[in-house]
């Protein structure tokens, strides 16, 4: 043992020194994963970065494997292997027996004895899960899993520090769009600060749904840009929303693909492009722009579609005039299950039953709110058509 620490601290001090001059984080990695492979003889070690909240990995770096298809694994088999549930590290004793893992010859199963995983957090919703494999079976010694945590903890550092300069500089550039957006919509009295409040709701609900802070995120910088595509329409047609006739209605209506366009090719805007494109889908299936139904909306988009006919209801605009609240719920519940998701409704009615406060409610609209909640609850909904743009 005394030969594997003298090589663990000689590997450690050079990592240590790699993460704290801002090498390569790959090649910070990679010299993790080749040398635990080597000082604890392991067939081969993987350290697989994955993303709980887009359920996605992200990246994979290993050593000492030459089967193509264990880098095309796909994250729901990988985290149904290595299912945490609240442990800091997993032993497989015999990879070729253990029902957790599938028949996949593929991925060597056959030519691997024990796995050994160690999980790590790094920042936000990103994890990484290091992985050693052993021909044999065999399980670590204390002393052994200490080097391999060690190595393993140096590597989420290395991580943690690239990914959080990535989130500072991916900050900036999301607030110079939407600050961009917003200063657009100022010039508007009446759209001044509908983006605003629209993120704001859409935040509220994506918390209370249990979201991850990361989704959360995205849906709130949804609904800051979630108009962003009126930015080249012509005043005069946007100034006439509510007495549109169908030659300008179907201009309008381009609006969330001409979003859609203008994030596209903005990396740093690649999970929030798809909730500007389908935030006027409807529930029943016959919204634009492509016409998706029910759960194949993206719950982002989902969300955004309540709260932006609930936020243009109770601002009204220059053709068709504000709505009390007590009417703003009645059309949210005719609309739930055609137009709107009914469960992020009754979300955003439970919100406000409990905070009346964020719409102005008084004693009336909270029992209107409760009326509303229990019909819906009741299915006892009606259709209705959608009145905004």
Known sequence: MEREYAQFFDVFIKVSKAIHTGGNTTEILERIVTHISDILSA????????????KTIKNKISHGFSYRNLAEIDYETLMAIFDQQGKDCIHIEDATTDSRIPNLDKIGKKRVGSIHALFFEIVRDYHGILALYFRDTRALTP????????????GAIALQKSLSFDEKMLDTLRQIVEGFTLALEAKDEQTHGHSVRVANFAMS???RMGLTDAQTETIYHGGLLHDIGKIGMNDQILERLGILNRKEMDIVRQHPLIGARITQPLVFLSDVEPLIRHHHERWDGT???????GKDIPL???ILTVCDAFETMLAGRKHFAKMKLEDAIVNLQL??????????????FDILEEQPEIAGATQASVSCIQIHKRRLKNNQARKSSSLFI
Do not use: N
């Open 300 to 302: 982002g988009a989902r």
């Open 335 to 348: 609309g739930a299950a055609s137009q709107f998701d009914p469960e992020i409704v009754l979300v955003l």
């Open 205 to 207: 609900i994506a918390r």
């Open 143 to 154: 002393a052994e899993e200490e080097i391999v945590r060690a190595l393993g903890e140096q």
């Open 43 to 54: 067939k081969g070690c993987i350290f697989w970065i994955v993303d709980r909240g887009q």
């Open 287 to 293: 919204g634009y722009p492509d016409g998706l139904k």
